[in-house]
């Protein structure tokens, strides 16, 4: 009889996160003009191994690399490479920064577009995240980031966007999302 692992459970967890934003992003597609790609798989730089990339968004005042973090606990982030996580048992655990994570991602997408993509950390409503630092939201807090681009002056042209939407959904995975650790 096989039992899940850990590891199984955080991928699935995971998985959960990023369909959950996906449903998200769907319904606010109706109010913000943007495109969306998710699941890229890009390499970091030639002959190098691959990264692999929740989302990217489109829109014609930023590009924005997202990281996903379905996570239901407490997180003290710090501009720092570690974060501490407060499970529910009281237990305090370091987690890699996920923002430093993406770091490797946005570099990964300049790498193959020529294009430089905003570092965004989003984490499940059920997280609550003490010291916000750099782009590190919860997924409620993302209209907000698309009405206030909303007020900004554009940079992209429509046809600009749909290019690089075009490049970008050239690395799109159809299988379920793989772990990653980068």
């Known amino acids: ?49 691959s990264t692999q990339i929740d989302f990217c968004i489109l829109t014609r005042q930023q590009l924005m690399c997202i990281e996903i973090k379905n996570w239901s606990n407490t997180v003290y982030a710090k501009d720092e490479p570690y974060w501490t996580l407060l499970k529910d048992n009281m237990e305090k655990v370091l987690v890699t920064n996920p923002y430093y994570q993406n770091i490797t991602h946005c570099k990964a997408l300049q790498y193959c577009t020529g294009y430089v993509f905003e570092n965004y950390v989003l984490f499940s409503d059920e997280c609550i995240i003490r010291n916000k630092v750099n782009k590190t939201l919860n997924f409620s807090d ?8 909303n007020k900004m002056k554009l940079i992209y042209s429509n046809k600009e966007i749909g290019k690089l939407y075009d490049t970008l959904v050239r690395f799109k995975s159809e299988f379920l999302t793989i772990p990653h650790i980068d």
């Open 1 to 49: 009889e096989y039992k899940m692992s850990s590891l199984d459970n955080a991928v699935i967890k995971g998985i959960e996160g990023e369909l959950l934003f996906k449903n998200y992003l769907n319904a606010l597609q109706e109010a913000y003009d943007f495109k969306y790609i998710d699941n890229l798989n890009v390499y970091k730089s030639y002959g190098s191994s």
């Open 142 to 149: 993302f209209p907000s980031i698309l009405h206030d681009l």
